[in-house]
Every structure is written in structure tokens, then in C-alpha cells.
């Protein structure tokens, strides 16, 4: 792998978390930013454990199935706000609002 490629890999994740931390209006916005980390983290913990010489299949199924859960606990919190508050702010969060 060439040395642009492992750049733009191990830079994904610090992309993913700088959106994380900018995008913080709608929790839909912040789910997909929490699906971006993971997804960055699939691809950059094993490229990691490769150059390590570590076997790396494991952690990258592992990383998946968290991932997978974390989508649909995310999913199934944001039904239940928008049902309960009207809408998916995430500034309606308070107990005196909703």
C-alpha cells in the first residue's frame, strides 16, 4: 500500500470525530457521524494490526458487530425521541421541554 493511501486511512478517523463534534444539531447527524467512526475503525485497526504482523480478522468482525448494534440502538433511541419530543433535536433533550 502506498504511502498517500495510508495517510488518507489513518486520517479517516480524526475526519469521523471532527464531524462528530461539529455536527451536533440533529441526532441523525450524529449517528452517522458515530457510523463514520466505526466504519474509519474497521478499516484502520486492521491496517494497523497488519503492519504489526497480528492477526486481524477477529477484531475487524468484532468491530462490525459493535458497530451493527450501535446502529440499530441509535436508530431505535432517535424513533423513541421523535415519537415523544416531535422532532430529533438534540437541544430538546431537556426534562422541562419533553
Do not use: W, Y
Not at 500500500?1 to 450524529?30: D, G, K, R, S, V
Not at 451493527?68 to 433511541?77: H, P, R
Amino acid at each position: 500500500m502506498n504511502n498517500t493511501a495510508m495517510t488518507i486511512m489513518c486520517l479517516l478517523p480524526i475526519l469521523a470525530m471532527t464531524n462528530m463534534l461539529l455536527n451536533q444539531t440533529h441526532f441523525l447527524m450524529t449517528l452517522l457521524s458515530l457510523e463514520g467512526i466505526t466504519l474509519s475503525l474497521v478499516l484502520f485497526v486492521p491496517l494497523m494490526l497488519m503492519n504489526c504482523s497480528a492477526p486481524n480478522t477477529a477484531m475487524a468482525v468484532t468491530l462490525l458487530t459493535f458497530g451493527a448494534c450501535e446502529a440499530s440502538l441509535g436508530l431505535s433511541l432517535m424513533v423513541t425521541m421523535s415519537r415523544s419530543c416531535g422532532n430529533d433535536m438534540l437541544k430538546s433533550l431537556t426534562i422541562s421541554k419533553c
